[in-house]
């Protein structure tokens, strides 16, 4: 629950360092021209408040309150669990306080991604609410608000409404909420969204760069179109409260204030400066600029409602430890799942008040817990499960225990990354690598979660090579003034969810072409969208461009010539389109269900259909027996047998970052010259003193690549440390390139360190060809021929064809199964292909495929890299430690369960023996590491030129 901020209580912590005081205020470098000050305290209530709980507000919360009342949007970047709920919602409350009595109505608007975080936000702001005395209401409108709560919200809206995107979405499509704007700006509004002064956009990092986020552009974008005039504040008698100590005299600014602030929250994100230009829309962006390039000619109405980025600095302390094993093996394999250090793990979790285990994936997860409790009897109902594809139901009762510290751990996927407030968790495990800077600070906030308190984490690796990620992740966080942080890129021009905001709005009373592609243009996402574009998603919406121009279904928007407005009549129409708002396409998968109808959660349709009545499986931590199949239910009932499979999910694979695959890259370049540092790399040692001695290691300017000659057939594993999605795309690329010059088959894998190519015929690259062969040269026409681009876009082509309302995923009690689905999207995918080859929808699940699914962005910037460093390419006479685990992989891929295992053990066998007996290396313990969150860093990408024409591969057949 996000709670108000126990800042430093008097008394109980002391009074706040220095350095947790200090705030960084970016995109300012001039102070507005300040009006005479009046006797009024804006902020006295909030401090007021602040004093009668034993608190002391942050100085980035008095920042953002000021900020506020002078007019401003912006962004808060903080920790998690530093009050950031708190610092930008006291500015709509303290300026309702300024303005005196006000018409009911909407006043604050909160938007979070998650339905989980809306409740503990409603907590928190009803607090607030009646902490100042004010006598707004606090409500909930999401996808689980009743329908008569929901006809009482837009008869009558609360001052603060907490929601998600989709449900804002579905708001706009009722005319009553959200006609369409009127063309005269003197008109009088009557829309129940006319009061609307702030809108807050909580984990804002969260949306960026996904569709979702793009959905949330676009209705901000509506609400400013809907907001009011400007308006003056006035000055205000001092609230009774306002005799605190602390309360500082700041003047109220006589500067008119615009209609609408949005502001943003984030946590852990490397480009916090284009995340709140992307929030805030290109024109009050271009306000920032000219701040910072012209202040001495901007006006001081530009200063003043210019843009605010607000960072916390040094307030968030981390304690990580890593459970060392005592035997490292050395040549580590995926596929087990650390459970050796299963003992450790009980350990920690009896060392602790409540514990949350985040795993990689929810197939780790269900074996993780079903692991715990047969070790342990102990934890019989103290601990938990919870991921992405249980019931919600059950979800909210986990939820709901750890809130209220009934349990002692939770077994959880990335489903409780976010900001949901437990306070009693004080130690988080991490089983596996996290694969990533920002997700493992995320993962960390959620103990200790409130300011002053210490985050622990507890890291488990799964292999020896996991070691190397957890000492690089640590690296990453503690690299002094800098914290190497991800970066969220912005989507643009996804027509598909135009679209769908198009029908939406023609739904909720109609829009005016003219008004609404400059009211689009105003966003992000879709600032460079051009008049053919436009043109062609407005013939979409009117009849489905013009394959389906004969269909009636998709003859939706109708113009209307006397208002010029294009609507949908209501009736069956709009309710289908309200049905299907969204953007959230994931596979809905197989109902699991008891016999008595209870439902668990879902699995996917290939699992079960694997299945027959009687087979056993494990789900939502039971073992259950199918005992039928019925439509899209997989009826169940509790099975007597302890053990059984393990439900797999697809998209589950969490890839290595780029940012901490280059700290990797560093480590390695170290080990190579000999220094092992920390308790993680002192453990690793044998592994990479193995590898280094049979080979060498990979290194910042170094990319080594291995040839080894097997009695299956010739082996080449290239070892880039760019990520699991990049290596797959580099594979496909070089197995296509190689083959071209001489006819080959290959058998790919890869893995976070590396890929593999197996040939039945041998062949060998010197230095000179393997360059030739990793260059980016025609990368985007080999990638797209080397990973049968074609069939992935049809595939892809769903999400699309799902979010523009080309198929739809069925009314409630009606679903439609994911492979009618999937066949659905398919069959409209060729029709369009054949009659209508400029669909843009087409050509956006292209594009969509390269950058999401082939990554090509972060291949180019990888071959980039490879053309700067040196390649090494060692023969090795045998598999070195880096090789086994691709090899196991492509082997597995081969042959049967059985011989895989058996063939995989007696190499593993010959290997250990040739390798001799471990050498002991420096003793490695558990230590913990403290490190403060400081600045993250802003990814830059450049583009590269297209050669004139392919050059030769020189290669040895």
Known sequence: MKRAPRNQRAGAHGTPPRAARRVKVEAESVDPPAPAPTQADPLGPAHAWFASRGWTPFAFQSQVWSAYLAGRSGLVHAPTGMGKTLAVALGPMLEALAIGPTPRGLRLLWLTPLRALAADTAGALQAAVEGLDLSWRVELR????????KAKQRAAMPEVLVTTPESLSVLLSYAD????????????????????????????HELLGTKRGVQTELALARLRSLSPRPLALQPFTP???????????????????????????????????????????????????????????????????????????????????????RDIERFPWAGHLGLRLLPQVIQ???????????????GQAEIWFQALLQADDALMGSVALHH?????????????????????????????????????????????????VARFLQRAGRSGHQPGAVSRVVCVPTNALELVEFAAARSAISVVGDVQVEARTPLCLALDVLVQHMLTLAVGGGFNAQQLVAEVRQTNAFATLTDQQWGWCLDYVQRGGPALAGYARYQRAVLDEPTGLYRVAPGALARAHRMSIGTIVGDQGMLVKFTTGRVLGNVEEGFIARMKPGDVFAFSGRVLELVRVRGMDAIVRPAKRAKGNVPSWQGARMPLSSQLAGAVRELMGQAQLGHFDGPEMRAAEPVLRLQAQWSRLPAPNVLLIEH??????HHAFVYPLAGRLVHEGLAALCAHRLSAQHPRSFTLAAADHGFHLHCATPFELDAAAWRTVLSRAYLADDVLAAMNAAGLARRQFREVARVAGLVTQGFPGERVGTRQLQASAEMFYDVLTQFDEGNLLLDQSRREVLEKQL??????????????????????DRLTPLAFPLWVDSLREQVSTERWTVRMQRMLGELEREAGPVLQSRPARSAFVQVAQVQPAIAVEIASPRPRRRPKINAKP
């Open 708 to 713: 080894n000659l097997l009695p299956d057939g």
């Open 239 to 325: 609230h009774p409260r306002a005799t605190h100590p602390r309360a500082t005299q700041a003047p109220v600014h006589a500067l008119p204030i615009p209609g609408l602030r949005v502001w943003g929250l984030s946590a852990t994100m490397g480009n916090t400066s284009q995340a709140m230009d992307v929030l805030v829309g290109p024109a009050h962006a271009s306000q920032r600029r000219s701040t910072a390039t012209a202040a001495t000619e901007a006006t001081a109405a530009n200063l003043a409602h210019a843009p605010l980025l607000v960072r916390g600095e040094g307030r968030k302390a981390y304690e990580f430890s890593t459970l060392i094993p």
């Open 348 to 362: 920690q979790i009896a060392r602790a008040r409540s514990t949350l285990i985040f795993t990689n994936t929810r």
């Open 855 to 876: 990554e090509l962005s972060r291949m180019e910037s990888a071959l980039r890299e490879i053309e700067s460093v040196e390649i090494i390419v060692m023969r090795p």
């Open 388 to 436: 992405g594809s249980l019931a919600r139901q059950l979800r909210a009762k986990v939820e709901h225990a750890l809130a209220t510290g009934q349990l002692r751990a939770c077994v959880c996927t990335s489903s409780l990354d976010l900001g949901v407030d437990f306070a009693p968790v004080d130690q988080v495990i991490q089983i596996g690598s996290p694969k990533g």
């Open 177 to 204: 909420i959200a006609g369409p704007p009127s063309m005269d700006p003197d008109a009088p509004n009557s829309s129940p969204l006319a009061g609307l002064r702030c809108v807050v956009v909580d984990e804002w």
């Open 142 to 149: 999401t996808g689980d608000t009743p329908q008569a709560r």
